[in-house]
Antibody, heavy 126, light 113 residues
């Protein structure tokens, strides 16, 4: 079964740090780019960051650039999001999602965002 | 950044009746490879988003055929031919043509009258 399971959320003070993890199973993890998407309480979906299958390319939303770092360990089939200098507006449920695959340099996005985790809640508050 | 605008914000529907959600992008979503990367998601209360439609009109496996997607360029539509109780939730469109960033519409809440 294809599955993504997030962990690492919790309550943190403003200015603090947290590292989220997303454990993948049921597909060839290293072949797929991965993304983080967040949802503030009662709000819509916001894309946060993405990373290529090899980990060599990373992308960020302007709202988190310079504060968040996405990474992956393909030997452990795990995606990470290191969040530093956290602010109240970072409070949200954070989802990881399977993104596109690149084959011989060609992006195939038919399967992009077809699998999501259950989400992990991050609360930034004093 | 591409802005995705959905309407209506809220959509009360009678069971068995059709529903239609509009999504407009601030620029054409036709990619240089010829594809249009416009997806639709359903988020039921308390659940993670679920992809329903990819590349404008392709229904995901397991998605009932009462859901259909259409459109081109900057104007897209998700239709539910006959709304059922399990269709209650928030629906989002998402573009993956011009990224980063990937952008989502603000969401349309479907509820039963």
């Amino acid at each position: 079964e294809v599955q993504l399971v997030e962990s690492g959320g919790g309550l943190v003070q403003p200015g603090g740090s947290l590292r989220l993890s997303c454990a993948a199973s049921g597909f060839t993890f290293s072949s797929y780019a991965m993304s983080w998407v967040r949802q503030a309480p009662g709000k819509g979906l916001e894309w946060v960051s993405a990373i290529s299958g090899s980990g060599g390319s990373t992308y960020y939303a302007d709202s988190v650039k310079g504060r968040f770092t996405i990474s992956r360990d393909n030997s452990k089939n795990t995606l990470y999001l290191q969040m530093n200098s956290l602010r109240a507006e970072d409070t949200a449920v954070y989802y990881c999602a399977k993104d596109h695959i690149t084959i011989f340099g060609v992006v195939i996005a038919d399967d992009a965002f077809d699998i999501w985790g259950q989400g992990t809640m991050v609360t930034v508050s004093s | 950044d591409v802005v995705m605008t959905q309407s209506p914000l809220s959509l009360p529907v009678t069971l068995g009746q059709p529903a239609s959600i509009s999504c407009r992008s601030s620029q054409s979503l036709v990619h240089s490879d010829g594809n249009t990367y416009l997806n639709w998601f359903q988020q039921r209360p308390g659940q993670s988003p679920r992809r329903l439609i990819y590349k404008v009109s392709n229904r995901d496996s397991g998605v009932p055929d009462r859901f259909s997607g259409s459109g081109s360029g900057t104007d897209f539509t998700l239709k539910i031919s006959r709304v059922e109780a399990e269709d209650v939730g928030v629906y989002y469109c998402m573009q993956g043509t011009h990224w980063p960033p990937i952008t989502f519409g603000g969401g349309t809440k479907v509820e039963i009258k």
